[in-house]
């Protein structure tokens, strides 16, 4: 089902570290190690440049310290918007923004693009995959979460996974391949070529959902005026009974009918048992033919969690104090998607872009404590709501009972969720282009992304390869 990936963007996927021939990998981390031993302040280093990431380091701006922030990209990622991508909507460069460009008048901020693989706490140094070793007076690990395959035979292999900008092209190239080949011998329709089965009736697969459909009523119906439409099928299967269950009922009924109004197939109460290139078996025993399936079901913390020797909690999530430091490390914290951060009943918090920020935030202000000589805060999160996007003029946008509970769908909802994604992208240049994007798709309703191209994945890692086997195992 996922075809074979090339390098089209590898200017973004160098790692940024060449080793001359002459130096060897510990000359090299000797010399990293004594780059900063002329500075009398401390170094806090970042790992991953997501959410989280980012706002420790921009909040860390005017304390007495070297940023020193890693990434295995050289770029900040806006997942919220990766199904736009791969739906044509927006093109990758739109969500994405250069961790350098972002932090240019940061006099304390530096930027090493590379993988993180493992941190020895007694040298207090982390690891990279190239084998450097970078010294930390406090440490920040923010590498966020993969998707959990929950073990489902054939996923691994076959399944498309929204978590990257390369993902996210990818899928997009394998959906229109798909037409090319249906146009060229449309008797494939009748196996599935251009079906799409979405896993998952949360936010993701709900927004994937409706984008999918838009792009097939609105723009690949007149691209292939001699194709079939009814053999083009977009299946969106969850395994409870309704959709987005974090929302309220009333927001998952709006989202159920809005989506059957767009025509998209829903299976309620159905799971995946089985997937193959060409098919999707559900546990009922239906087999549907489809050659793409989205995998949306739920995610687990960043396998770098599992090498760091220290304690877990649910979901493989870093077990962490309330001021959000690891436990027996006090100078270490965890912040986003990675940190088992609970609420005051014990309840995990989500893994969301506001929590991210939110904990981001919190982790350098502990360290801007500590060097004042002051005492740390506990981490409280101050839940501010939920939105979700169904389709044009449909959305829906969920207040916090603290911020008043109202609830917004429908065109209302839909305009509150665009302004958030707006304000809350990285980059004026980006906001003025995806808003530019969205005003053209809004009076056209024309999606200008189209091109067929295959990104490789370069930076995954052995800390990555190795996440995908744990996470199945
Ligand atoms: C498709 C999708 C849609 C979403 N929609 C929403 C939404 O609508 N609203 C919402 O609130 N949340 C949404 N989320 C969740 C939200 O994106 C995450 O909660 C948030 O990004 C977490 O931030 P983070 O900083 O913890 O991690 P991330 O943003 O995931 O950042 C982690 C960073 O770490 C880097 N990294 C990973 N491993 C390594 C390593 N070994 N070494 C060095 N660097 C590494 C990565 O390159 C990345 O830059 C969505 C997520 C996805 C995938």
Redesign the pocket.
């Known amino acids: 089902m996922k075809a074979t990936l090339q390098s089209v963007l590898s200017s973004v996927s160098q790692v940024n570290t060449p080793k001359p021939e002459t130096v060897t990998e510990k000359t090299l981390s000797t010399k990293m190690a004594t780059q900063r031993s002329g500075s009398a302040r401390k170094r806090v280093v970042i790992?991953?440049?997501?959410?989280?990431?980012l706002y420790a380091a921009k909040k860390l701006k005017s304390a007495n310290v070297d940023v020193l922030l890693?990434?295995?990209?050289n770029y900040?990622?806006f997942?919220?918007l990766?199904?736009q991508v791969a739906t044509s909507a927006l093109n990758p460069d739109e969500i994405a923004h250069s961790v350098r460009a972002t932090f240019r008048n940061q006099k304390n901020f530096d930027f090493l693009q590379?993988?993180?693989?493992s941190v020895d706490w007694t040298e207090k140094e982390v690891l990279l995959s190239n084998s450097d070793t970078i010294s930390f007076d406090y440490l920040i690990l923010?590498?966020?979460?993969i998707y959990n395959d929950f073990g489902v035979e054939g996923v691994q292999d076959n399944a498309f996974f929204?978590?990257a900008l390369q993902d996210a092209v990818n899928l997009r190239s394998h959906i229109l391949e798909r037409f090319e080949e249906a146009n060229k011998n449309p008797e494939k329709l009748d196996d599935g070529l251009v079906n799409v089965v979405i896993v998952g009736g949360g936010?993701?697969g709900v927004e994937m959902a409706g984008a999918l459909s838009e792009l097939y009523t609105n723009v690949l119906r007149k691209d292939f005026p001699k194709l079939d439409f009814v053999k083009a099928n977009i299946i969106l299967v969850e395994q409870t009974n309704s959709l987005l269950g974090q929302y309220s009922e009333g927001s998952g009924s709006y989202a159920n009918d809005s989506l059957e109004k767009m025509g998209v197939d829903l299976r309620l109460g159905e799971s995946v048992t089985s997937v193959t290139p060409t098919s999707v078996t559900l546990a009922s025993g239906e087999v549907i033919p489809s050659h793409t399936l989205v995998w949306?079901a739920g995610?687990r913390a960043?396998p770098?969690a599992e090498a760091l020797n220290i304690e877990l909690t649910r979901g493989f999530r870093i077990a962490v104090d309330a001021d959000l430091s690891i436990p027996t490390k006090h100078n270490a914290f965890v912040?986003?998607?990675?940190a088992g951060a609970t609420d005051k009943d014990g309840n995990l918090l989500p893994?969301?872009?506001?929590?991210?920020i939110q904990q981001?935030s919190h982790v350098a202000k502990q360290i801007i404590a500590d060097l004042n000589g002051k005492a740390r805060k506990d981490f409280s999160y101050f839940d501010k709501g939920s939105?979700?996007i169904v389709g044009r003029n449909a959305g829906i946008a969920e207040m916090s009972p603290q911020l008043g509970g109202i609830k917004l769908r429908g065109f209302i909802g839909w305009l509150a969720w665009l302004f958030l994604h707006i304000v809350y992208l990285v980059g004026f240049q980006n906001r003025f282009l995806v808003l530019s994007n969205w005003f053209y798709s809004y009076i056209s309703r024309d999606r200008h992304a189209r091109l067929i191209m295959r990104v490789s994945s370069d930076t995954e890692?052995d800390?990555?390869e190795a996440s995908q086997k744990q996470a199945t195992a």
């Open positions: 790992v991953g440049a997501g959410f989280a990431g890693i990434d295995k990209n900040h990622t997942q919220p990766l199904y590379g993988t993180v693989k923010a590498t966020g979460a929204l978590k936010p993701t949306a995610v960043h770098l912040a986003g998607d990675l893994q969301l872009c506001p929590v991210a981001g939105m979700a890692t800390v990555d």
